[in-house]
């Protein structure tokens, strides 16, 4: 099963940032928080991950509690074509990059 | 960015037929690779996890007769459903991971486009 909840859906206005959230309350020490998304009809594309830092890349930025039990991913500036499903997955390096999928948040960027 | 490239994307076959779907990661060698399965409106099911030159190693549930997973070389997985029936249709995604001296955190994963397979 999934060790991740999220929300089912969220809508966002074009331009404004998207805020995803995700809680992980069972995360332990040596698992880290990946993200996905899955734009419809097409395989899931690698968004960002980290561990205990917030991280941000040229996607978007990670931040993740001082507890480590809840992260939110942010795109700053959403554009239409980040409309997808977004998946937030907790996993290990001992799990050889296995990836178990919850049942994400579907993201609506809207105009 | 590491591409993987899944052949057919569409198949459409008579129900009892097998049908092979290929997954290729075309610009780096992948020490092991995923299988999933998609449902509509649903997330993606991990079936089984397949390493090069070893047996695949499937999820509880998951029929390894049914689905026939070969990993021969570094750079391609084939999944053949056998005896497909109506109940098989879904959408077949592969993903892939880069070697442990790639530098690549092991979750970091590369996706294929997807197969879907229709059985009539």
């Known amino acids: 099963d999934a060790k991740t909840t999220q929300p089912p859906s969220m809508d966002c206005a074009e331009g404004r940032a998207a805020n995803l959230p995700c809680n992980h309350s069972t995360i332990s020490g040596n698992e880290y928080v990946y993200w996905y998304r899955q734009i419809h009809s097409q395989g899931p594309q690698y968004i960002i991950h980290?561990?205990?830092n917030n991280e941000t890349n040229e996607m978007a930025s990670l931040i993740i509690t001082e507890d480590r039990k809840s992260s939110t991913l942010i795109l700053p500036h959403a554009t239409l074509r980040d409309t997808a499903v977004y998946y937030c997955i907790v996993t290990d390096g001992n799990q050889g990059g296995k990836l178990i999928f919850g049942q994400g948040t579907e993201l609506s960027v809207k105009p | 960015g590491a591409v993987v490239s899944q052949h057919p994307s569409r198949v459409i076959c008579k129900s009892g037929t097998s049908v092979k779907i290929e997954c290729r990661s075309l610009d780096f060698q992948a020490t092991t690779m995923f299988w999933y399965r998609q449902f509509p409106k649903q997330s993606l099911m991990l079936m089984a996890t397949?390493?090069?030159?070893?047996?695949?190693?499937?999820e509880q549930g998951v029929e390894k007769d049914k689905f026939l997973i070969n990993h021969a070389s570094l750079t391609l997985s084939t999944l053949t459903v056998t005896s497909a029936h109506p109940e098989d249709s879904s959408f077949y995604i592969c993903?892939?991971?880069?070697?442990?001296?790639?530098?690549?955190?092991?979750?970091?994963?590369?996706f294929g486009e997807g197969s879907r397979l229709t059985v009539l």
């Open positions: 993903s892939a991971r880069e070697g442990l001296t790639s530098g690549r955190a092991p979750g970091e994963l590369f």
């Open positions: 397949s390493n090069e030159g070893s047996k695949a190693t499937y």
């Open positions: 980290g561990l205990k």
